[in-house]
């Protein structure tokens, strides 16, 4: 197309329904994040987002989906951690994390919930702990794929306990929590978001939270720091992306309609009641979030660097 049909494509953007790649499995919290915003997203930019689930890898199948897609802006994917730790991770990625995305926005924050099964033995969480410490490979942890948030909280805590647990992989937290439900796996970390409903409806137990503050939303539950695990601090967030090259016009366009949708009270009444926070405005532009992703990839590299596949 000649650059006066791109540009002026970029204007009447967007004509058609916008896919919304969400590299985990449905049911999950990411899919809750993205179902909340693309709703609000929809009506702002009067296209509809259509969510789409590419789970596996820990997310990184779903991340080269939307890394190799053309740059037009139908093809966004919402992202988490993994997409910076997977850069340590994954050696054989099809994409470089640092240059194949245009970074849209921060979307949430807050915090992830130890969780166990109804049935464990285990009356609090000094006593989970106990339990998972003395337990080592006994104990099943689930999580959503190496690098997910629910992974590195569990890779985190075999390093503060000194142990190592059985790690059960899933392709997302959605279907490790049907799978704690039935008793399969003993515990997960899951992010508030999900969690919360499943402490409410009780069919899962709640023992702690990885954040250094307590969480409003759960305000009964202890910090592993009260628990004793020295500097635990594990804060989820999610981002939104788009591939690399995509005209500036759209990206001010989505980031717009991102932070709309951050600003809606229906929204952040939802936000609140499953104890996740929207993205503070001065951290909400493209290059902050550009920033971030940065900022987490050289993170992950540290922590991680010595762990790759
Ligand atoms: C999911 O939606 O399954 C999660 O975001 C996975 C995780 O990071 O634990």
Known sequence: ASLAAGIAGAQGYPERPVNLVVPFAAGGPSDAIARLVGQSMSETLGQQLIVESVGG??????????????????????AHVSLAAGETLYPDLTYET????APLGMINQGPMVLLARKDFDAADGAALIQRM???GEDIAVGHAGVGSNSHLCAVLLEKTMDTKFTLVAYQGTGPA???LMA?????????????????????????????????????????????GLEDFNFTIWHGLYAPAGTPTEVVEKLNSALQDALDDQKI?????????????????????HNE????????????LGDTAE
């Open 98 to 101: 640092q240059t194949a995305f």
């Open 183 to 227: 008793g399969g796996i003993d515990v997960m970390c899951d992010q508030s978001t999900t969690s919360i409903p499943q402490l409410e409806g009780g069919t899962v137990k709640g023992y702690a939270v990885t954040s250094a503050e307590r969480l409003e939303a759960l305000k009964d539950l202890p910090t592993l720091q009260e628990l």
């Open 57 to 78: 890898a820990g997310g990184t199948l779903g991340a080269a989906r939307v890394a190799h897609a053309d740059p037009d802006g139908y093809t966004l994917l919402i």
């Open 268 to 288: 952040l009444g939802r936000f609140a009641a499953v104890g996740t926070s929207p993205f503070p405005d001065d951290q909400r532009s493209p290059s902050a």
């Open 177 to 179: 929590m049907n799978d």
């Open 133 to 135: 410490k003395e337990g």
């Open 292 to 303: 971030k992703l940065q900022a987490e990839i050289a993170t992950w590299q540290r922590v």
